[in-house]
């Protein structure tokens, strides 16, 4: 398995007040993601970086801020937390292209965010 | 816009049955598409991928799937599913050099004794 974990695994918290998840990998991989899982929806790319300090939005950036100032690290903030933002967060990383193939993309067990 | 459909939602199959799980992606340029299995409370696992050549794929735990460029579909198939197999089953599609995923919405796997 892919070295990637999450932290904190369950987190519940009230409206309005900041979050941060936080996804460590030890496979030095380049691309690192983070998606919202809910149902209905399947996963949905939040953020992603391609290095450090290099991040980019993805089709549901509103009300999350990304960093990444070491390889292994990719934070999720939730500046204030509203309840549309309750779900499951899923981070994945990725080696990218090499070779003239597409790397998948492997995950992290999820943190479960629960905001009242 | 990319897009992933499965058009099933929830689907039962007796155990020792066979699996066709549908996914059907529009796409302009080669797809390279992916499916991945996640059982409940889990993380997500990949099945197989397909980036180009042979157009079925063979997968882990006795998987396959089979690229059609003319129907636009990757269906994933199992000749005899087991209990263990009950999951929930997501395609999704690549793009880029950024290798960003965009996943379809799901199909969830009930097997029955």
């Known amino acids: 398995d892919a070295g990637i974990t999450q932290s904190p695994r369950h987190k519940v918290t009230e409206t309005g007040t900041p979050v941060t998840l936080r996804c460590h990998q030890t496979?030095?991989?380049?691309?690192m993601y983070w998606y919202r899982q809910d149902p209905g929806h399947g996963l949905r790319l939040i953020h992603y970086?391609?290095?450090?300090?290099?991040?980019d939005k993805g089709e549901v950036s509103d009300g999350y801020s990304v960093s990444r100032s070491k390889t292994e690290d990719f934070l999720l903030t939730l500046e204030s937390a509203t309840s549309s933002q309750t779900s499951v967060y899923f981070c994945?990383?990725?080696?990218?292209?090499?070779?003239?193939?597409?790397?998948?993309?492997?995950f992290g067990p999820g943190t479960r965010l629960t905001v009242l | 816009a990319q897009s992933v459909t499965q058009p099933d939602i929830h689907i039962t199959v007796s155990e020792g049955a066979s699996l066709e799980l549908r996914c059907n992606y529009s796409?302009?340029?080669?797809?390279?598409l992916f499916w991945y299995v996640q059982s409940p409370g889990q993380g997500l696992q990949l099945l197989l991928k397909?980036?180009?050549?042979?157009?079925l794929v063979q997968g882990i735990k006795g998987f396959e799937a089979e690229f059609k460029r003319s129907q636009s579909s990757f269906n994933l198939r199992k000749p005899s599913v087991h209990w263990s197999d009950a999951a929930e089953y997501f395609c999704?599609?690549?793009?880029?050099?950024?290798?960003?995923?965009?996943f379809g919405t799901g199909t969830l796997l009930a097997v029955q004794p």
């Open positions: 994945a990383i990725s080696p990218g292209t090499s070779g003239g193939s597409y790397n998948e993309q492997f």
């Open positions: 496979e030095n991989h380049r691309y």
């Open positions: 970086s391609y290095g450090v300090k290099d991040t």
């Open positions: 796409y302009g340029a080669t797809p390279y």
């Open positions: 397909y980036f180009s050549g042979d157009t």
């Open positions: 999704a599609s690549g793009r880029g050099a950024t290798n960003k995923l965009i």
